[in-house]
């Protein structure tokens, strides 16, 4: 044990390189160690998150305006979803890089996404161009997801980020969006089909991986 210094001494270090007179002192805030730090949720992944679902109702007006004949208006819907879905990559792997992981991204991630691609095949069908079949398939298996999602939070069970399944669901997904909102025929066509019915059967096989992992995740917690 350190001893209180006498006049003319210099103080002795007590345990852990503080002297007795700073022992004394109120003790000052102690910031938490830098390998659990906590990541704000205001950075600029989550931004880029958000900036995505600001960005479609204007690609949904401009998709379905006009009745969808307006070629002009199409190609901006166009770059519209193109933007919003750049930003779904970039988002991405700024929070790997940076360190900007969060849970209110990885649970607005996958919801940005739903909320882009749930308009585009709304808006497809609302000017017929996707049948309404594949639609409400595909929205059905979107808000499923979702509901499982909060279930599995509000149980306590974690948080359930985007699988390397749902991302190839949304590639595919974001692929024939953007073939079938070009105003063209022909070939382009033919390949959104291709690449449609691809997608259907990812977004098909993933909801049920997602079941599987929400289940997964209830008895791990119940197993703790």
Known sequence: MA????????PEATEGGVTDDAACEPAAPVDAPA?????????????LTMGRIALVPFFGWFLVARG????????????????????????????????????FGKLMDPIADKALTGMAFVGLSL?????????????????????????????SHGVMPASRGGKLKTFLQAVAIGFFVLPYAGAFVVIAWIVMAAAVVVTVVTGVDYVFRALSLRRTAKAA
Do not use: M, Y
């Open 127 to 155: 000017i017929d161009v996707v049948p309404w079949w594949a639609t409400v398939l595909i929205l059905a298996r979107e808000i499923a997801v979702t509901a499982l999602r909060f279930v599995v939070i509000r149980r």
């Open 35 to 47: 390998g659990r730090e906590t990541v704000s949720d205001w950075n600029i992944a989550n931004a």
């Open 68 to 103: 969808g004949h307006d070629d002009t208006f199409r190609i901006i819907a166009f770059v519209l979803f193109a933007v919003a879905a750049i930003t779904d990559r970039i988002d991405g792997d700024i929070a790997r890089k940076r360190g900007l992981v969060t849970d």
């Open 3 to 10: 001893h209180r210094a006498t006049q003319g001494h210099t």
